[in-house]
């Protein structure tokens, strides 16, 4: 049984509203027995999605306690992961998977049947029971309102929840639709005797099809009880009159009247469980007997490597399939090198040191040295650029791979967190997918440019490793931008303008003050990359040449590979809390 005695949740109010904070929910009270469907219903902005993520433990109440199965979930453990099924009123799904590859991977991460004799059998009937086996093969993208809200359902009924919570899953939808759906709903709150099914839904349409009605007015609970007395409690000819006759009077005062007639409601509701049991099977009390209810699906959840690899597999899948951003990288891939080498298809011709003798020939020695000094601020102004390019082009690929990769799925990843999915597990498993183009970007650009130009001076291992750590350091960064932000939109906005100070910030083209290059170099990684390859040619003559373009301090290499670490280090941990944190809609 659920049980909530006077749960209340209170937030701060907006800055420019006049109050110091919100009631969003008081006094809620109420019992629902298992094997039971239950509506939720009510105005807009009533607390009726408020309620039902208070019940699944994503908001905690400020006030009252909730008990399941008499286990208070406040003071105690919440629900194994296994245990609840949340179904969001948005998409949950990738759009480039199939309906079978999407309820497969939430099998995946949620528990150990993948590799056993139980997994191919328990897909299907997931698939059959929630009418999507003729659309196994269609991708997420061309299903319809309707068979999107069987999809979020069949990808809660991997673990064969006893408390599954729908939050508008039939909103939107045709009469026809929204009809199988409330079916589907019903058939799934009786094929579990430990189940118990709450739905919340703006529609009165039909409501005849629910075990029970809690109707929600301004974070009040006004009624609950069965759909057929709905009318004659508010005085009204149709369902659909009730919103209407809501506004006639005050939210509290339809709470008091409700308190008044509580107890008689919910004893209808309670003796009517106890009535539909076999005469063989009713117990002393309203709860269902646990030990003839059928078992979780998997206990336990899956190990942490298992849950990487799940991940991987299906972010390599979408990845592929996505031919607009197959053909992007391989665009930056190929085409930024070619970019960079424009400027030196002529090569970077050799240094010659200026020969010591003087000329008896005044005019001729004076032309000489102007001449070897505009060699260097030619060579010197080349090796410069080339590096600062290749390093600037590596942290725009970088942000490109990581800004949206967390804030484009949010949605998707609260509801699998939720389920299980593990945190670390999730950071890993981006930290492997992007690494794979950290590499690939950064060495071959590296390399190439190497090659085309005959060779940049300095050590082209150190210049590799430097160009690794910028790309990893601004994919770290913007990762953790990615997850600390609300929408991909702000979190593209924002890694773009991290790029672009990359540059202007990096003292490679102009020289900043020196009270301010000490404040802001530690944050530029682009600084670190530049100048760490520039100073891996300090025995070389290409050093003072490029000394004689640049007034900015070069730091070691070292130096430089421990700072950029330390941007990948910050920047992982801001994924971690970022991915962590809860950011529900």
């Known amino acids: 049984m659920l049980e909530a005695l006077n749960i209340g949740l209170e937030v701060d109010a907006p800055p420019a509203s006049e109050q110091e ?31 039902l993520k208070v019940v699944a433990g994503i908001l905690e109440q400020t006030a009252g306690d909730l008990k399941w199965e008499d286990k208070d979930l406040k003071e105690e453990e919440d629900l194994h992961p296994g245990e609840l099924g949340y179904v969001p009123q948005f998409s949950v799904a990738h759009d480039l998977l199939t309906v079978e590859e999407c309820v497969a991977s ?61 939050d508008e899953v039939t909103s939107g939808l045709d009469p026809k639709s929204e009809q199988e759906i409330t079916e589907l709903l019903r058939v799934l709150s009786r094929e579990n005797p430990r189940r118990l099914v709450i739905n919340v839904t703006h529609s009165l349409a039909s409501l005849e099809a629910f075990d029970s009605v809690l109707v929600m007015y301004q ?5 609950h009880g069965p759909p057929r007395l709905l009318n004659h409690y508010f005085t009204v000819e149709h369902p659909e009159d009730v919103y209407r006759r809501l506004t006639q009077r005050e939210a509290q005062a339809w709470h008091e009247s409700w308190q008044k007639k509580r107890s008689y409601y919910e004893e209808m509701l309670l003796e009517k469980k106890e009535d539909s049991l076999p005469a063989d099977k009713a117990p002393e009390s309203e709860e269902p007997d646990k030990k003839d209810a ?22 390599w899948t979408i990845f592929r399939r996505d031919r607009g951003q197959v053909w ?28 010591q003798r003087q000329d008896a020939d005044i005019i001729y020695e004076m032309q000489r ?43 998707i990843l609260e509801r699998e967190k939720l389920g299980g999915l593990s945190t670390t597990a999730y950071v890993m498993s981006k930290v492997l997918f992007l690494g794979v183009f950290v590499l690939a970007q950064s060495l071959w650009m590296g390399v190439f440019v190497d090659m085309v130009v005959g060779g940049l001076p300095g050590d082209l291992i150190i210049k590799l490793v430097l160009l690794v750590l910028a790309s990893a350091a601004m994919t770290s960064i913007c990762l953790g931008i990615s997850a600390l932000s609300r929408t991909p939109e702000k979190a593209t906005i924002l890694s773009i303008y991290l790029v672009g100070f990359q540059l202007p910030l ?64 910050i920047g992982l941990c801001l994924t971690y809390v970022g991915s962590r944190n809860s950011q529900w809609e």
């Open 369 to 411: 040295q102007a001449q070897h000094q505009l060699d260097q601020l030619n060579a010197g102004s080349i090796v410069s650029g080339l590096i600062m390019l290749q390093v600037v082009l590596v942290t725009l690929m970088a942000s490109n791979n990581a800004a949206r990769e967390i804030a484009g799925e949010r949605l």
């Open 21 to 51: 904070s919100l009631h969003l929910l008081r006094e809620v009270s109420l019992k629902v027995p298992q094997g039971h469907l239950m509506a939720i219903v009510g105005p807009s902005g009533c607390g009726k999605s408020t309620l």
């Open 106 to 166: 939430s099998m995946a991460l949620r528990t150990q049947l993948p590799g056993t004799d139980d997994f191919e059998p328990r897909l299907d009937q997931i698939l059959a029971v929630t009418g999507l086996t003729e659309l196994a093969d269609r991708r997420v993208k061309v299903l319809s309102g309707g068979q999107k809200r069987r999809l979020g359902l069949a990808l809660e009924l991997v673990t064969n929840p006893c408390l599954l919570l729908c």
């Open 506 to 569: 990096s003292g490679a083209v102009l020289s900043l003050p020196s009270w301010l290059e000490g404040a802001v170099n530690p944050f530029i990684a682009a600084f670190w990359s530049w100048s760490g390859s520039l100073r891996s040619m300090s025995d070389t003559a290409f050093y003072e040449a490029v000394k004689q373009v640049t007034d900015t301090s070069l730091v070691s290499p070292e130096l430089a590979s421990f700072v950029l670490l330390a941007h990948v280090i």
């Open 328 to 355: 992007l990288h391989l665009a930056m891939l190929f085409g930024f090198p070619l970019l960079v080498v424009i400027f030196a298809l002529d090569g970077i011709k050799p240094l010659q040191q200026l020969n």
């Open 219 to 223: 974070g009040h609970l006004v009624y």
């Open 294 to 315: 059928p078992q979780l699906a998997s206990e336990e959840l899956p190990g942490l490597f298992s849950q990487v690899f799940s991940l991987l597999h299906r972010r």
